[in-house]
């Protein structure tokens, strides 16, 4: 039996029609750029999210990047951030000029550990006239925290850190569109815990254009502004650039799509959960649970609807690489969300991290093996994911 990674054409299938129609709109309109589209899918997404503001990006890294120039971080800065991540988490630090400083993560959840984070700012920073300085002496502005694979980061203890450091938290929120977080007093959607969060449409994501696609959520009015202008060149008035911006604009046609989708969003990730549950109750049956990590659910008992939005699932295994393999071999599609630390990639060798520095995201990185999820993903198909795992253990 062949069981891909991801398959979205049961999905395409069902909404064919719908997209055809939106599209066809654009197109006879033939109206482009910053459309009423564009418009219209950012106030849905600032509704779904529950926040005042959604500014249409070209792309989740767009979103970051946009977000870091709007925020004027650069040279002589430091942001913090997750070991753990998709490359542009750390790129668009760099990009801006700033210094990304790396953190551990949780072995348990594979998101920034807020021990490890405290634990950087009391052994590598001092208050110089109420800012955060580190040892480089750059000024830290920033905590970048990622909720990976659609569960979010640990952010009652985040927030706090950062409210008492003055930062800013600017949440890359890629992989967690609609995945929730419980406050003590009450609950809140990823992306609209820090001053700005990001998101991808990426085709793969929970929520994915066709092409790419992303967008910047914020509660300030002038953030909100500033982003705006920065996503067409810092220009405002037509031809004056009040600073450097990109062309970061989101384009019509994703919108029109990404509008269509988006009211399927909650269903879709819901049915991702009832898959991520039939996996770890088959695991459990197949007596394999303790042979491999299973993904961990923090926030289950708190009453969220959305406590994980399952955008990958993911086991650990001590013998990955051997387990994929015997997958592959029984045409089981998987992959590896990463195999490297950012700590290591070769392009960050100018801050001279050394091997072993992060050892929960170096053992992340040599054991974490995601399986095959989308809504449509058959209990046939998963079965017989479960059957060659407990098979290659048994
Ligand atoms: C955690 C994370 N950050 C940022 C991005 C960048 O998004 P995009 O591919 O839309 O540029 C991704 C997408 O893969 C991601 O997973």
Redesign the pocket.
Known sequence: MRVPLLDLTEQYRLLADQIRAATDEVLARQRFILGPKVEQFEKATAEYCGIAHAVGVS??????LAVLMALVIGLRDAVITTAY??F??GGCIARVGATPVFIDIDPVTYNISPAALQQYIEKCCHEVEGKLVNQNRQMIRAIIP?H?FGLCCEMNEIMNIARKHNLLVIE?A??ALGAEYPFADGTAKAGTMGGAG?F???PS?NLGAAG???MVVCSNEQLADRLRICRQHGMEARYQHQFIGGNFRLDELQAAILSVKLPYLDNWSAARREAAKFYTEGFRQAGVEKKIQLPAEPYLKRGLKNHHIYHQYVIGSSDRNELREYLTKREIGTAIYYPLGLHEQECFEYLEYKRGEFPETERAARESLALPIYPEISREAQQYVVGCIAEFFG
């Open positions: 792309s989740g890294t767009d979103a970051l991540s998709f542009a988490t990622v990976l890359d890629a992989q990001c991808s449409f990426y994501k790419d696609a992303g």
